[in-house]
C-alpha cells in the first residue's frame, strides 16, 4: 500500500468516526428534551405506558417498546416529542403510521394521544 492510499484510508476512517460521535452527540431523531420538559416528559412517558401499555405498535406492545431490551428509539423520541410539545397529535400518528406500516396501530396512538389532553399540540 503506498503513501497516498494509506492517507487516504486514514482519512476515510476518521470522518467515519467523526461523523458517528456527531450522530450521537446531535442524537438521531433531534427530540431530546432538557432542562424542565425532562421532568414533564417522563410523567408523560409513565403515564403512556401505564395507560397504554397493551396496546401494540408495530407488533410490539407499548410496554416493550419502552424497554431497554427491545427499546424502539423512534418510538420513544417521537414519543417524547408528543409529551413535551415538540410535534403535534396529527405528526406523531403520521410518523408512527408511517414507520410501523405493516400493523394495525390505531388503537395505540389514539391512546398514546388521548394522554396527551386537549389542545392543539
Known amino acids: 500500500m503506498n503513501t497516498i492510499q494509506r492517507k487516504r484510508k486514514t482519512l476515510v476512517t476518521t470522518a467515519v ?9 446531535a442524537g ?7 432542562g424542565p420538559k425532562r421532568a414533564k416528559n417522563s ?13 401494540r405498535v408495530g407488533g410490539h406492545t407499548v410496554t416493550s417498546l419502552f424497554s431497554m431490551n427491545t427499546s424502539e428509539p423512534l418510538f420513544v ?3 417524547s416529542a408528543l409529551g413535551s410539545g415538540d410535534i403535534s397529535k396529527e405528526k406523531y400518528a403520521k410518523s408512527i403510521n408511517g414507520f410501523f406500516q405493516n ?4 388503537a395505540a396512538v389514539r391512546c398514546i394521544v388521548r394522554q396527551k389532553g386537549t389542545g392543539r399540540k
Open 103 to 106: 400493523s394495525d396501530n390505531e
Open 17 to 25: 468516526i467523526c461523523l458517528a460521535a456527531a450522530s450521537l452527540l
Open 28 to 34: 438521531c431523531s433531534g427530540f431530546h428534551p432538557v
Open 77 to 79: 423520541s417521537w414519543t
Open 43 to 55: 410523567n408523560f412517558l409513565r403515564k403512556v405506558e401505564r395507560n397504554c401499555g397493551r396496546y
